[in-house]
């Protein structure tokens, strides 16, 4: 369903609040039919939490942004999708593994977009996040 949303009706994000209240749905219903991501979501964000410099808040279309010194350099949205922002050499690397995937609107940049599954998708994701921060320092 996101990707149908991002790609048929994604002009809608720039009406304010829709998206954030988009991914508030999508949180919801997470809750519901698999509320481990939550917690692994939680877990994302504890993680960063531990890295200086870093805070945490509202994703502009929704989710949670992780940011370096006020910039972002990740971000989670409520269905466990995550994008990432590292260099696109990195990023080359990482797609040649097969667990990263283009980011889902924007290609040809260093962002890449990253699903959470199941629990062993969350070290992976730290993985991922650490990247982007040392890259973002």
């Not at 991002?6 to 997470?30: E, H, N, Q, T, Y």
């Not at 509320?35 to 993680?47: K, T």
């Not at 200086?52 to 971000?75: R, V």
């Not at 667990?99 to 940049?109: E, L, P, Q, R, T």
Request: charged share 25%; with cysteine.
């Amino acid at each position: 369903m996101f990707s149908f949303v991002v790609k048929r009706v994604g002009f809608l994000k720039d009406i304010p609040l829709l998206a954030i209240l988009f991914d508030s749905l999508m949180r919801f219903w997470m809750f519901i039919a698999k509320p481990e991501l939550l917690n692994w979501i939680d877990d994302l964000e504890e993680n960063v939490k531990g890295m200086p410099g870093t805070t945490i808040g509202i994703h502009k279309y929704g989710g949670t942004a992780f940011n370096y010194l006020g910039k972002e350099f990740a971000h989670v949205h409520s269905n466990g999708l995550m994008d990432i922002l590292l260099n696109k050499e990195l990023k080359k690397s990482l797609m040649m593994e097969g667990k990263i995937k283009d980011h889902h609107v924007f290609k040809n940049s260093g962002w890449i977009s990253f699903y959470l599954h199941n629990k062993q998708d969350v070290a992976y994701a730290c993985y991922l996040l650490k990247k982007a921060y040392d890259r973002a320092r």
